[in-house]
């Protein structure tokens, strides 16, 4: 299978992976073949980049850091939260099943990951704010466990990042989907939505204050520049240093309504490019440990001139995979030619492309 952009789909081709709406739900199955109609339809609903079968790229594998089964029980898990805090903002919610949810997480990644390449089945598509959270949190934990914390650190972690922005239930729905700009006004509001996360969590005493502080200085920044505090450096927590880099990337990779998603290199390059101003550096450090520069899948145009996918991670080298070439220029090849950039130091991905 490969990554393709939509725009570039042939008709006829064959999805590899399902594809998915914002709440999760299967759209069309893998297997399906796309005619004109399936493809003219995916555009029109925003999809940027889809997985398609291809014979030369049958033994690629992709490796999702948690499992299907995981990730429903999280989405169970802030779902139900969520409903009792909107119904009652002093409800007591259900703290043991969120964590479950992180443990599964935690138990997932320990047991799958070296390197957090592809995070869901479809990229870049407007995700609904539940699958933002989750994927926050596995961003979050891969670094916290990068970081060497222990198994209940990690967990008191996960907790708080899987609520960071609960918080928003006390926010109005018109004001979090404004498409305008925000002004002062606005902005001073929707601030507002750490310092309510943390008074909602502190009201479950089975949630540690560390957890609750994740949802109060997600928006901190390592130079003083965020909110609600502008707290500096080290008198931020760890967590809310940890859960401001995931929760940057996280949304950077994602489509907003009146914005596409940037392209993971791209954002990727954005959080190293902010150590020591709006992350701290030593989080940087485990993020670069933790996140695949170009996902499995993707396109890509190599130094010689040649174009193919990604196909397989090298852990120890985030930003040199192996890549399969297929073409170059505007000759497509009948076979393929394997670079394992991990080896091949004089080759470099130049740019990702769209194929
Ligand atoms: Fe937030």
Redesign the pocket.
């Known amino acids: 299978m490969r990554l393709v952009n939509v725009n570039y789909v042939k008709e006829g081709s064959v999805l590899a992976r399902p594809i998915k709406n914002y709440l999760g739900q299967i759209l069309l199955g893998e297997d399906v073949v796309l005619s004109n109609a399936y493809i003219t339809r995916l555009k029109e609903l925003g999809y940027d980049m889809i997985f398609i079968k291809d014979d030369r790229f049958k033994d690629v594998e992709l490796k999702f850091p948690i499992t299907d089964k995981t990730k429903e029980s999280a989405f169970q898990a802030l779902k139900s939260v969520t409903s009792a805090i909107e119904a009652d903002v002093d409800a007591e919610v259900d703290v043991e099943s969120v964590k479950k949810a992180v443990l599964n997480i935690i138990n997932d990644l320990l047991h799958s990951m070296d390197i957090l390449s592809n995070l869901s089945d479809i990229m870049g598509y407007d995700k609904y704010t539940y699958y933002h959270s989750i994927n926050t949190t596995v961003i979050a934990l891969v670094m916290g466990i990068k970081k060497g914390l222990e198994q209940d650190s990690l967990l008191e972690l996960g907790m708080g990042v899987l609520m960071?922005?609960i918080g928003?239930t006390r926010i109005s729905l018109d004001l979090l989907n404004k498409k305008e700009s925000l002004n002062q006004e606005d902005f001073e509001e929707i601030k507002k939505?750490?310092i309510y996360g943390y008074e909602v969590i502190r009201k479950n005493h089975d949630f540690s204050l560390h957890s609750a502080h994740v949802s109060l200085q997600?928006?901190e920044k390592w130079d003083g520049g965020g909110y609600p505090r502008g707290l500096k450096g080290k008198d931020i927590h760890e967590f809310g240093r940890i859960a401001a880099v995931a929760?940057v990337y996280e949304a950077l990779t994602s489509k907003r309504p009146y914005r596409n998603a940037m392209e993971p290199y791209l954002a990727y390059e954005y959080v190293v490019a902010q150590a020591g101003w709006q992350f701290d550096p030593e989080v940087v450090d485990a993020f670069i440990k933790s996140i695949a520069v170009y996902p499995t899948g993707i396109g890509v145009e190599l130094s010689n001139g040649m174009r193919g996918n990604v196909i397989k991670q090298n852990p120890d080298f985030p930003n040199r995979p192996v890549v399969r070439a297929i073409a170059k220029g505007d000759e497509e090849f009948n076979d393929y030619i394997d670079f394992d950039l991990a080896k091949h130091h004089s080759l470099m991905i130049n740019k990702v492309v769209y194929m």
């Open positions: 960071h922005d928003k939505h750490t997600h928006h929760d």
